[in-house]
């Protein structure tokens, strides 16, 4: 199985062909799928160090990243919408601003990850390794919490309305203030 790098003038795109693999990097890939990879992380590097004036986004979304070790990665604005993260190793990764916007971040650590601004509206984070990340401004809303861990999670400003599977004591965990949007009493479950 190919993945095929499509490049414009702002974006590097991954498309897969119709089967589901398109990139694995935490397992066997052909060399060709592992350097596309890395080519797109290093063209984001570039487009985040040139103020966006060269290299190119990274535009990973609906790839297949799941058990990927990203630890440490730079992916401020990138476009990661609907990516399979599963079991991701995000641990201190960079990721102001990025669209997580339905990704699946089922038990990925993102333990101390930058991710304020980032837009994780209807994400899946069951599960996820959320301690001390910043998540200051983040959109939550729609997102699914149930059984994350966030203690010490900085969410002053977040929206965090109609989250699913947050209880009173995963809130009482986390950093929040008067701008924190929070779901109803209605929508949290109750594990007091």
Do not use: Y
Not at 24 to 50: F, K, N, T, Y
């Amino acid at each position: 199985m190919e993945a095929k790098v499509m490049q414009s003038e702002q974006t590097i795109r991954v498309e897969a062909r119709e089967e589901v693999q398109q990139l694995r990097p935490a397992r066997p890939v052909d060399a060709g799928a592992r350097a596309s990879l890395q080519d797109i992380l290093q063209h984001h590097r570039e487009w985040i160090g040139s103020g966006w004036e060269a290299g190119e986004r990274a535009d990973l979304h609906g790839a297949d990243l799941h058990a990927s070790d990203l630890r440490g990665t730079s992916l401020r604005d990138a476009d990661l919408h609907d990516a399979n993260l599963e079991g991701a190793d995000l641990h201190d990764a960079d990721l102001d601003g990025a669209d997580l916007h339905g990704a699946r971040l089922t038990a990925a650590c993102l333990q101390q990850a930058f991710l304020h601004w980032a837009d994780l509206h209807d994400a899946d984070l069951r599960r996820a390794d959320l301690r001390c990340a910043d998540l200051r401004e983040a959109d939550l809303h729609g997102a699914d919490l149930t059984e994350a861990a966030l203690e010490g999670a900085d969410v002053r400003g977040a929206d965090l309305s109609a989250a699913r599977g947050l209880s009173a004591p995963m809130l009482a965990a986390v950093q929040s203030d008067v701008d924190t949007r929070l779901p109803t009493a209605a929508q949290r479950r109750d594990d007091a």
